[in-house]
Structure formats: C-alpha cells, structure tokens
C-alpha cells in the first residue's frame, strides 16, 4: 500500500509514475526539461551535452549513457519520447528507474507539462503559468504564409501536427507545409517514386524540394540555429529560389522549447513576425 500522501501521475506514455516526496536528484535528458527546472528554481544533478548548465553530462539526447545514470541515482529522469532514442528509455525504464517520458505536440501541451512537473517537484509556478497562458491568444493581424525549415540537405520541414507548427501559428504565421506528411522511401518524399505505406513511422516531417517551397509560396522564411544552424550562405539559397519573400534567421529554441522557453519565446516569435509585415 503507498502513502495517502503519494502522488500518482501518468507521463504522455501513459505509465504511471507514484512519488512519495518530491524528487530532488533530477536528471533531464531534454534540454527543454533542464530549462524547466531552472525555471522552477531548482537544479539538476545531470544533463545532455545540449542541454545549459555546468551538471554531469550523460551523454547526448540521442545517445544517452544509461550507466552514467543510474549511477548518479536519481529520483526522477526527464525525457521525451520524440528527442531521446527509444533503446535508451526502455533501458532506463527496464533497471526500474523513475523515467517521466513528455511528448507535447502544442504550445498549451508544453505549458500543461511545465504545470505538472511543478506538482510533481511541489513548486508553485502559478505566476509563471499564468504568463505563458495568457501569451496563447491569437494575434490581431492576418497570419503570413511562412516557412520553416529544420534541415538543410536533404531539405527538412514540419507539418501541422508538431510544436513548431503551433508556435508558428500562434506567432502569426501560416505553415505553408500544413498538410505535407512525410512520404517513404526518401525518393517518394522527392517526388521521384511512388510512396509505400508509412505504417506506424513518423509523417511529420516531409522532406522536400526547393521547388516545392517555391510552389507554396511563403511570404516569409524562418530558418532556425537548430537543429540544423541555418547560416547566411543557406539563406541566400533561399532568396535567389524566392527573391520578394522575406529570410530571417531566428532563435531555434523560441520555435522549439517547449514550457519555460514558451513564455518568453512566443511574444518573442510574435515580434519578430510582426516585424516582417
């Protein structure tokens, strides 16, 4: 039997998780997570090297050091189903770790985990809350078709179904690629084979033509310093393909962080789009 006072939460992979304190020794495996927890006004014991802080490293968010984990003995572990490799949290999670998976595909998504984390770490973040949700409205103005690419070569973009998406369209813009799902094999994405069945693997992020964003027509492109660090010669390959739309580099972590990073990081965005009018 747990304590009357345990706490039970289920992660977004529908695991339970049951807490009898408030874990302190925390490892984040997401750099949005070690950006979270220092928002809370705490600290973790060990992080991946993309992550901000000066904790142990255990690795990267793909390449997790699982032993490095467990020996730092933590009573909870950060991670994301979409950022961290599946191998790895089913290692964690088979030692009988305590492995909190997120998985948020909106803004609201990200402000929600960011308000359950903080009860699970017994923290009042109301005031922080209450910004990032007051921030979700919609602006005034009509959205810009806009453009945002993750990766370079082969070109990489996202569909509606993702954070970035979302913090797109609350920011002002328009994701001309929407409705592109991903298409295999990668010559199928291309234009260049007829696609097979996509099963259970991940449509959301299309791998595209510079025709093809030629042919959607964006007003404005957003070319994020992650994951891929979009520079300016990648920029002028833009505006040569698409001379009267305006090219901006941008911070990847306004477009990608999710929680914390939200709260600033979308009337940042908002700003910057409404610059480009």
């Known amino acids: 039997m747990y304590s009357a006072m345990a706490l039970r939460v289920f992660d977004d992979r529908q695991r339970e998780l049951v807490f009898l304190r408030a874990p302190r020794r925390i490892v984040s495996l997401v750099p949005s997570d070690t950006l979270n ?136 813009g328009e994701n001309v690629f929407a409705d592109r799902d991903r298409r295999y094999p990668l010559t199928a994405d291309q234009g260049r084979a007829v696609p097979s069945p996509a099963g259970d693997r991940d449509t959301r992020y299309p791998r595209i033509s510079l025709a093809e964003v030629v042919e959607r027509g964006p007003q404005v492109l957003l070319l994020p310093d992650e994951p891929h660090p979009f520079s300016e010669s990648d920029a002028e390959v833009f505006r040569a393909a698409l001379p009267s739309a305006k090219v901006i580099l941008c911070d990847g972590r306004d477009l990608m962080w999710y929680g914390a990073r939200s709260v600033e990081g979308l009337p940042r965005l908002r700003a910057l789009i409404d610059s480009l009018r």
């Open 37 to 172: 927890v220092a928002a809370l006004g705490l600290s973790v014991i060990g992080r991946t090297r993309y992550c901000d802080g000066d904790a142990p490293l255990v690795g990267g968010t793909k390449d997790v050091d699982v032993d490095a984990v467990a020996r730092l003995e933590p009573d909870l572990i950060l991670a994301n189903q979409e950022e961290n490799s599946r191998v790895h949290l089913e290692e964690l999670a088979g030692r009988g770790l305590p492995l909190f998976v997120s998985f948020p595909r909106t803004v609201a998504d990200g402000l929600a985990h960011l308000a359950r984390l903080a009860r699970i770490l017994e923290i009042d973040a109301r005031e922080l809350l209450r910004r990032g949700y007051r921030a979700l409205g919609l602006p005034g103005q009509p959205p810009l078709r806009a453009f945002v690419p993750i990766w370079m070569n082969p070109l990489m973009t996202v569909n509606a179904a993702t954070f970035i998406s979302d913090m797109l369209r609350l920011a002002g």
